[in-house]
């Protein structure tokens, strides 16, 4: 399948990589019809998605088995009036049915938006209302139906609701009609594909409401790097990447590139993340690449890893958010395997990766993926030197976007064009870069601190904390002082056996002024028992710092 899109697939170095990855992008490309279908036709009884849950039950399905379910489905949603360009929103948590229903969207040239199950009332109303949203389609569990039925009330495009997992009054029950629905379907002439809108992302919204950011039918094929050059994946094994069906990670790790590829993808649908029972399915299923986010890591090296094993895992990523050194150095003393960091964003397939041909530096992001001519830019849009602060920008745009970029946000020109001038997309992340070209994580240009003329990154503190036997999880931020203008403040969750006190704030403030410079300490330290989120699981650190202000 690869060499459908690659010319050259093999590389000497990653500067051979960066200088010469080129990428063929067929005609109207769409998805579903020219790699889930292609494979079907290839290989109908290839293996490509295993999916289990907590409650012993297990399907296992072919690319052919996809082919069916996805051709059933495209004509399930268009005997309801959902045709190209209507937009549906999935609230599937990890279903198997969200696999099928997003390929049945792209046959039809629907646009999909995967939306996290913690969504609240509020929040889905303002999707709704913000994207237009023709049909939701629903698990089947109390309180997260409850919220989509109050919220239908007040969002007038609304026409539809289905749900899976059972009936329910009042919902389309999808599964039965799914198992009654045709399965003749073929590739209609005017078939949706190419620069087509396809995918529809919210945003974290970790610095006000979330945006809507849109991708096209091009989008899978930026993800090619993602998996088979960042991931590693080839055509066999079994790939998990821990991560509900709402979060534009599941894109990034447990659809497009890696079916691209033709691996395996392993679904675990668990009702909670229990450290013990992902480790215990790893074991079972013989798990051969893992990724996860940071957090999944901090929770898995404070267990007892040596009861499990992980000889079947080859490579183990990582993103989401930047990983802590302490975390990389005790899962590798562990299991013996590097943790692989790759960084990029919801508009985004990944930016910069620990590819195979540079070792890895722990807390680095790695390097530059070949897609995009990424530099770090000062206030005066000139190149950083090495070593120096600023802006991650992509460059070069005026000649066409790089595939996995995203297009536009959505019905917002103004937020648009507050990143994306001059031929330049403004990510809104700093980072410095080092003299071997690495790319180093310092936080998001609202989340920089700035004491007594200092510019102080809120990672560098939190990797120094994260030393600390004591600290699960913690959030650096910046609170008002009347001297200093600002200081740092460390919100930390402790792990389990510690408490609270003023000998454990000494010891932590102590840490930090000998693990970095001692200017960087947090002077404010405050013990929570968890942190605020956004629904995708990122740390609000703009919360953390309004509620600070309200209390001056």
């Not at 190419?194 to 529809?200: A, K, R, Y």
């Not at 704030?505 to 001692?518: C, E, G, R």
Request: glycine letters at 6%; charged letters at 25%; one cysteine or more.
């Amino acid at each position: 399948m690869l060499e459908k899109f690659l010319p050259r697939e093999k590389f000497d170095s990653y500067e051979d990589f960066k200088e010469n990855y080129r990428v063929n992008i067929p005609e109207n490309f769409n998805f579903a019809y020219d790699v889930i279908d292609a494979w079907a036709a290839e290989k109908p009884d290839k293996q490509a998605l295993v999916w289990c849950n907590d409650h012993s039950a297990e399907k296992i399905f072919t690319f052919s088995d996809l082919k069916r379910l996805s051709d059933k489905a495209a004509n399930l949603f268009k005997s309801y009036g959902i045709g190209k360009g209507d937009v549906v929103m999935f609230m599937l948590k990890r279903r198997w049915q969200f696999w099928v229903f997003t390929l049945a969207l792209e046959k039809l040239g629907a646009i999909s938006i995967p939306a996290t199950v913690q969504l609240t009332k509020k929040d889905i109303i303002y999707r709704n209302n913000a994207a237009s949203v023709k049909m939701i389609v629903s698990v089947k569990e109390e309180d997260i139906i409850k919220n989509a039925e109050a919220a239908i009330s007040e969002s007038p495009t609304v026409t539809f609701k289905a749900v899976v997992d059972g009936p329910r009054a009042g919902w389309i029950d999808f599964d039965r009609e799914l198992e009654e629905a045709p399965s003749e379907w073929s590739r209609p002439a005017d078939c949706a594909g190419g620069t087509d809108p396809m995918l529809m992302y919210f945003t974290s919204g970790t610095t006000g409401m979330p945006k809507i950011v849109l991708h096209d039918f091009i989008h899978p094929i930026g993800h090619i790097v993602t998996a088979h050059y960042w991931q590693r994946l080839g055509e066999e094994g079994l790939h998990l990447t821990v991560s509900e069906s709402g979060w534009a990670k599941c894109g990034w790790g447990k659809i497009y590139g890696q079916w691209i590829c033709g691996v395996s993808i392993f679904v675990y649908d668990m009702d909670k993340f229990v450290p013990e029972n992902l480790m215990e399915m790893m074991e079972k299923y013989k798990i051969t690449t893992f990724c996860a986010p940071p957090t999944i890591y901090r929770f898995l090296i404070k267990e007892d890893l040596s009861k499990h094993d992980f000889s079947s895992i080859k490579k183990a990523c990582t993103a989401g958010e930047p990983l802590n050194p302490e975390v990389y150095y005790q899962f590798k003393k562990a299991t013996g395997l590097d943790i692989i960091e790759g960084f990029g964003q919801t508009e985004t397939s990944v930016l910069c990766a620990n590819f195979e041909w540079i070792t890895p530096k722990p807390g680095s992001m790695g390097k530059p993926s070949p897609l995009y001519d990424i530099d770090i830019l000062d206030d005066n849009d000139r190149s950083c030197p090495s070593g120096v602060e600023g802006r991650i920008v992509i460059k070069n745009l005026d000649h066409g976007l790089p595939p996995g970029l995203f297009k536009r946000y959505y019905r917002d020109e103004a937020a648009t064009s507050k990143v994306w001038h001059d031929g330049c997309y403004d990510t809104g992340d700093v980072a410095w870069r080092d003299e071997d070209g690495y790319f180093w994580f310092v936080g998001r240009s609202d989340d920089v601190i700035k004491c007594s003329g200092y510019r102080i990154g809120p990672f560098e503190v939190e990797s120094a904390l994260m030393e600390h036997p004591s600290v699960l999880e913690c959030a650096v931020t910046s609170a008002p002082d009347p001297i200093r203008g600002q200081v740092v403040k460390a919100t930390i969750v402790l792990a389990r056996g510690w408490t609270p006190g003023d000998q454990l704030v000494k010891d932590l403030q102590n840490h930090v002024k000998k693990a970095t410079a001692p200017y960087k300490y947090p002077r404010i330290i405050e013990f929570v028992d968890e942190l605020p989120k956004t629904v995708s699981g990122k740390i609000k650190r703009v919360e953390i710092r309004k509620n600070d202000e309200e209390k001056k």
